[in-house]
């Protein structure tokens, strides 16, 4: 990984994307954040087609009051099949959570997680 990678987080939560924000961008990662899965789509959409996608993908699987990280993974990976997407959740035992691979995702956040191990977690993702 050369630093500066881009990711694209989604979070109906502020305080979440705030703090997720400030830690990946003391990590080197350049970072858009999105409210619910209908936003990140347009962002995703909107960075392939101006030449500049998004590495990865940081999606909250639920979000009460708009479009969650299931549904938005499916939309994304019809712009891109090569989408690079993390499902994040604190319902640990929610099946997507379990099995994220067989939903599309490529790899899984529980939260609340510590540093190292969202920042190892991406890097790994993002360098395979």
């Known amino acids: 990984m050369d630093g500066n990678q881009k990711v694209l987080v989604m979070d109906d939560d502020e305080m979440i994307l705030t703090l997720v924000t400030s830690i990946l961008e003391l990590h080197d990662f350049l970072v858009e954040t999105a409210t619910d899965g209908q936003v990140a789509i347009e962002k995703y959409q909107r960075a392939m087609a101006e030449g500049q996608p998004f590495d990865l993908v940081i999606m909250d699987l639920t979000i009460p009051t ?9 939309e994304i990976l019809k712009i891109d099949p090569a989408a690079k997407c993390v499902v994040s959740s ?11 691979s067989d939903y599309g995702f490529k790899g899984v956040i529980t939260k609340p997680f510590m540093v190292a191990e969202l920042v ?3 890097k790994d993702i993002i360098d395979n």
Do not use: Q, V
Request: charged share 15%; net charge neutral.
């Open 120 to 122: 190892g977690a991406l």
């Open 66 to 74: 708009g479009m969650g990280g299931k549904e938005a993974l499916i």
């Open 90 to 100: 604190g319902h640990s035992s929610d099946p997507i959570m379990t099995k994220f």
